[in-house]
């Protein structure tokens, strides 16, 4: 039985809705209450009444609400659509409750056409659970002007494609046997808007959700004019938003929800327009579900600052050690704690963004995670999947897949070979210098005359690079080349990384390999790797395994070539392209020329204190090595008001063997300028740690601080810039 009533402003309305989509069994179907000019609808012992027309609750949002009324006493309300949660409900009293459609984007979904079903839980009574149904239709009324401009009432949602599809359409036809030059329609809210024709009679409009809100939520009038050769005719009528089709039933006989109708489905298979082939919801049934291509920006940027601060954080945290960027993004996208944070900034800061209209709602969250978060994630996958970092700063931190070599600060006279004058060519060209052609003009165009150099390993594919970075107006550009070629493989651009391609794409996107993963056993490794440099915990008694305090390194076998364990120096250096390093990486002397997965970077806290007086002690957790160390080097910027009282030492793991490798009060004044170059304020150190060649390498080093005299001056009394232990390490 279809709903009739009687409206005041409006008159009978025919409601067929219902009527197309059949009523479930059970269902009484509403009518109005004449007296009290509600809707009224009847199913098994409750009766529900609703305004007629929703109460405008903000003009400049376009929110929406109703006050509800029932006949039993209310437990819980929750309100949806198809799609989802829509809206939020709150109970009143006991038998009334509130409905809100909070901002335009709740009420657009609502008034697209989509059928909003209210589960109403009753708290008395034999049946308790119903579901009630309604629909939103945005009708034009009021109609006055010349009757010869036919105006149809029926705002018609339709499917306009592009990023927001949603559109909807007002109809207008001139008289019979007759061409308008042109049909206008008019609003303060819009200015004027011309209506579109494909036979000069017939005229559309087609109007964006933000118009309609503007429309309904400012209750002036809709002029309609027409041009008929030199005369003008003019129409108006008012936009009013209705409820329709308002119907009750039991939960155990819920009403039935839309699917895709054949004859659409039909249709959008042919070559014409999706919107020419049903209404807006009958084409959104079956369309396609299409994987998310694109992020939403707002989006984008906050993953992007979330995976920062969770790489910045793992920095300035030995125990946890370095994070690449792949690890925070799926941080950042699968973790509740730190997606829930990312939500509420997101709609602190614009509530109208697609993910946040469902504020309110009891699934608002779980589908921002579902439907934008992690299909965001796996869009920016290939991005973060990069195996040098997101910025050239990651290349010289600490980090466990990449070894380098010193760094080489080149002026026009040290390049001397064709292939490194067309790396820094290349390099140069990366920036807005694209037009430079030859060495001298490169050289010239960069900061201070200068390009850093810098040579590196990656360890999960095993493959060398060299890298040329610059300075051009205080940013940092450059490129990254496969070793030994000209081939660029990575755009250094602001310090960021892009990829080779025209136009460049942030992100590197070289993904990683499967080698140097962490590692307890062999059998986390894959075929043809080893798990080396494990850190376990034993019981002191029995010699018992007791558990794994750091990781190990899948690594593989290198081949044997006559340069491993050859002699090396830095006249006879090793092949970086086999993968070998040599061993002297603080003496600078004679080594031998060791697998590079035998070296490693590891990073202390960001800051450390320097004490008043006594000592403070940092550890650091070394793994993935082979078993005893080489030579070790410390690097760091030490900051004090006089480094006469400062002393450096470095603890090895097991038996906690200490070696000096700064000594301020021995060196006195004049020792400490001439290794340093001055005696306080802040310095770049690299110093030599003396390491015991019979003992582990692998476990907890601890760097001692010490300070021997009682502070005089400034209280900046501190060792940072991010300070590193690095290690050359060989088979006992």
């Avoid at 004859?263 to 919107?275: D, F, T």
């Avoid at 290349?426 to 810098?454: C, I, K, M, P, Y």
Wanted: net charge negative.
């Amino acid at each position: 039985m279809l709903l009739r009533r009687v409206i005041p402003l409006f008159g009978s309305l025919a409601l067929s809705a219902l009527a197309a989509c059949g009523a479930p069994e059970g269902e009484v179907i509403g009518d109005t209450d004449e007296a009290a000019g509600q809707l009224r609808a009847q199913a098994s012992g409750l009766t529900l009444w609703m305004d007629p027309r929703p109460e405008l609750r903000d003009a400049e949002t376009g929110a929406l609400g109703w006050r509800i009324r029932v006949s039993k006493n209310l437990g819980a309300v929750q309100a949806n659509t198809q799609d989802g949660a829509v809206g939020q409900t709150a109970l009143l009293s006991a038998r009334r409750f509130d409905l809100a459609l909070s901002d335009a984007g709740s009420v657009h979904a609502v008034l697209s056409g989509a059928p909003v079903f209210l589960g109403i839980e009753a708290s008395e009574g034999r049946e308790r659970s119903y579901e009630a149904q309604f629909r939103l239709l945005g009708r034009l009324t009021g109609f006055s002007g010349d009757r010869r401009l036919f105006v149809l009432p029926e705002l018609t949602p339709r499917w306009s494609g592009g990023p927001a599809p949603l559109a909807y359409r007002l109809r207008i036809s001139a008289p019979r046997g007759t061409a308008a030059g042109s049909v206008q329609l008019e609003h303060p809210a819009l200015g004027v808007v011309s209506g579109r024709s494909s036979d000069g009679r017939n005229f559309h409009f087609e109007l964006t959700p933000a118009q309609v809100t503007a429309l309904y939520a400012r209750p002036t009038g809709l002029v309609f004019s027409a041009t008929l050769g030199s005369s003008r005719m003019v129409k108006r009528a008012n936009l009013e938003l209705v409820v329709d089709g308002l119907a009750l039933t039991t939960a155990a006989s819920p009403f039935p929800r839309a699917s895709c109708d054949p004859a659409v489905s039909a249709c959008l298979a042919g070559s014409g327009e999706a919107g020419d082939c049903g209404d807006y919801q009958a084409v959104l049934r079956c369309l396609p579900t299409e994987p998310v291509s694109v992020c939403e920006p707002n989006l984008e940027s906050e993953i992007a600052n979330c995976i920062a601060l969770q790489q910045e954080s793992a920095e300035s945290d030995p125990e946890r050690g370095p994070v690449l960027p792949l690890e925070a993004l799926q941080y950042c996208t699968e973790e509740g704690d730190l997606t829930g944070p990312m939500f509420d900034a997101l709609c602190g800061f614009n509530s109208n963004l697609p993910y946040c209209r469902c504020q309110g709602e009891e699934t608002c969250f779980e589908r921002f995670d579902r439907d934008f978060v992690r299909p965001c994630g796996e869009v920016l996958r290939p991005r973060y999947d990069c195996v040098f970092g997101s910025t050239y700063r990651e290349i010289r931190s600490p980090r466990f897949n990449l070894v380098t070599t010193p760094r080489r600060t080149l002026v026009l006279a040290d390049v001397t070979d064709s292939l490194t004058a067309q790396q820094v060519i290349l390099a140069v060209q990366q920036s807005s210098h694209n037009d430079v052609t030859t060495l001298a003009e490169a050289f010239e165009r960069v900061d201070q005359g200068e390009v850093n150099q810098l040579d590196l390993w990656e360890g999960t594919s095993g493959q060398p690079y060299s890298a040329f970075e610059y300075g051009a107006g205080d940013n940092s550009y450059g490129a990254i080349f496969a070793f030994g070629t000209t081939t660029l493989v990575t755009r250094i651009q602001d310090g960021d990384l892009y990829d080779a391609s025209t136009p460049a794409q942030l992100g590197c996107r070289i993904p990683q390999g499967p080698a140097w993963g962490p590692c307890q056993s062999n059998d986390n490794c894959a075929a043809g790797l080893s798990c080396n440099g494990v850190v376990n915990s034993y019981d002191d008694t029995t010699g018992e395994l007791l558990g794994h305090i750091a990781p190990g390194k899948c690594v593989a076998r290198v081949s044997e070539t006559p340069r491993l364990d050859s002699d090396c120096s830095a006249a006879n250096p090793c092949p970086l392209a086999e993968g070998l390093r040599c061993s002297t990486i603080g003496t600078g002397g004679d080594g031998l020329c060791r697998p590079i997965w035998m070296f490693g970077r590891f990073n202390f806290p960001a800051s450390m204190p320097l004490p008043r007086r006594g000592v403070s002690e940092h550890p650091i957790m070394v793994s993935g090595l082979a078993t005893v160390p080489e030579e070790a080097v410390f690097e760091g910027i030490l900051n004090s008001s006089d480094f006469t009282r400062v002393r450096l030492s470095l603890a090895n793991p097991i038996y906690r063997t200490t070696q000096v490798f700064f000594d301020g009060p021995a060196l006195g004044r004049s020792g400490v300028e001439a290794l340093l170059g001055q005696r306080s304020g802040e310095v770049q150190v690299r110093l030599p740690v003396g390491v015991p060649g019979d003992e582990s390498v692998n476990g907890e080093w601890l760097l001692r601080i010490e300070t021997v005299r009682n502070p005089s001056g400034s209280d900046l009394e501190l060792l940072y810039g991010e300070p590193t232990l690095s290690l050359s390490s060989r088979w006992d």
